[in-house]
């Protein structure tokens, strides 16, 4: 099954993502330490990203993405927010898709990562 690595600094966002990946059969890690993201993503192996889109420390997250796009441009990125004013950022076309991250937002979730894996992790 696929590894979805979540970047993420608010903690219910993590548990209920991590919660509903893992019922599904994904194998979940999180981190909130931007600094490490590349190591994390060199160690864990992920198939997919979700990036929180504001990070706590001042770290833009667009700079973030770019890291991970350059590092490795097939890795699926998914921004997620809790602001849906900034998805016609022109900095959002980076990403692989959005969601509008709420406590109903699970469904939605599971879908886009579905339609996002290559077939091989599925």
């Given at each position: 099954?696929?590894?979805?690595?979540?970047?993420?600094?608010?903690?219910?966002?993590?548990?209920?993502?991590?919660?509903?990946?893992?019922?599904?059969?994904?194998?979940?890690?999180?981190?909130?330490?931007?600094?490490?993201?590349?190591?994390?993503?060199?160690?864990?192996?992920?198939?997919?990203?979700?990036?929180?889109?504001?990070?706590?420390?001042?770290?833009?997250?667009?700079?973030?993405?770019?890291?991970?796009?350059?590092?490795?441009?097939?890795?699926?990125?998914?921004?997620?927010?809790?602001?849906?004013?900034?998805?016609?950022?022109?900095?959002?076309?980076?990403a692989?898709?959005?969601?509008?991250?709420?406590?109903?937002a699970?469904?939605?979730?599971?879908?886009?990562?579905?339609?996002?894996l290559?077939?091989?992790?599925?």
């Amino acid at each position: 099954m696929a590894n979805v690595l979540i970047i993420d600094d608010q903690a219910w966002v993590k548990d209920l993502c991590r919660e509903s990946l893992a019922g599904e059969g994904y194998n979940v890690s999180t981190t909130d330490d931007v600094e490490s993201v590349m190591k994390n993503i060199l160690s864990f192996n992920p198939h997919i990203v979700l990036l929180n889109q504001y990070l706590k420390h001042g770290f833009l997250v667009w700079d973030v993405l770019k890291g991970i796009k350059m590092r490795n441009p097939n890795l699926p990125v998914l921004i997620v927010t809790a602001h849906d004013t900034h998805l016609f950022s022109p900095h959002l076309s980076q990403a692989d898709g959005y969601l509008v991250k709420s406590h109903t937002a699970a469904d939605e979730l599971k879908e886009k990562i579905s339609n996002l894996l290559p077939e091989s992790c599925i």
